[in-house]
């Protein structure tokens, strides 16, 4: 009997062979890399910026800058952090220019259900089914979603790279254009700043 669970073999290809692909003239190489990408690096957008017209075209200029460099891309280079350099120059520079506007918010985060900034921002996998229980959560993710939101975007673009994205502080370096030393200082500044803002919204709701 033929196995109807066979891996779609594009997906054992590494970033390296996909990129030489293209520079190769290959069209589909380049669009299984957007596939491959087109989910995390959109999240990521989505929670940095929470303008669904600039989330669109920043998305869009991440892909048509790849698309444009393949003859001067560093195929040694790995794609991932890359591709979130871009994302992220691109997102901080519409930051800025919208950086006068009264208020700015993250974009929607999923339900998070602790007071460890692990399983705060790393979003639980599992949901309660009581009333009682989805309306904790939706009050949880809406003082999460305003405390990030917040946040300097230094710190803020930093605690997204880490606990959502989960880069290594290597890579978190190479994203940022930051040493080493300054990621971990600057990241440990960030999960300080969220846990003080996170206690005082508790102690806040327990004398309402």
């Known amino acids: 009997m033929e196995n109807v669970n066979k891996k779609n073999p594009e997906q054992t290809i590494s970033d390296a062979e996909l990129l030489q692909r293209y520079r190769q003239g290959d069209e589909k190489a380049f669009e299984e890399i957007v596939n ?3 989910n995390p690096l959109y999240a990521f957008l989505r929670r940095f910026v929470n303008r ?7 998305f869009q ?4 800058q790849l ?5 001067s891309f560093d195929a040694e280079r790995p794609l991932r952090p890359w591709l979130f350099t871009i994302a992220a120059n691109k997102a901080k520079d519409a930051l800025r220019k919208i950086q006068r506007q009264s208020s700015m918010s993250m974009g929607t985060l999923a339900d998070a259900g602790d007071l460890s900034l692990d399983e705060v921002v790393n979003i639980p996998t599992s949901y309660e089914t009581t009333p009682e229980a989805e309306i904790s959560k939706e009050e949880t993710a809406r003082r999460v979603r305003q405390i990030i939101s917040e946040m300097p975007e230094n710190l803020r673009g930093i605690l997204i790279l880490a606990y959502f994205e989960q880069f290594s502080y290597k890579h978190m370096a190479e994203i940022l254009s930051i040493p ?3 990621v971990k200082s600057r990241l440990h500044t960030a999960v300080v ?4 803002k996170w206690k005082s919204a508790e102690r806040s709701m327990k004398h309402l």
């Open 36 to 38: 491959r990408y087109k």
């Open 52 to 58: 669904q017209d600039i989330v669109e075209d920043i």
């Open 61 to 64: 200029e991440t892909f048509l």
């Open 67 to 71: 698309y444009s460099s393949r003859d």
């Open 180 to 182: 080493i030393g300054t």
């Open 193 to 196: 700043y969220f846990m003080k």
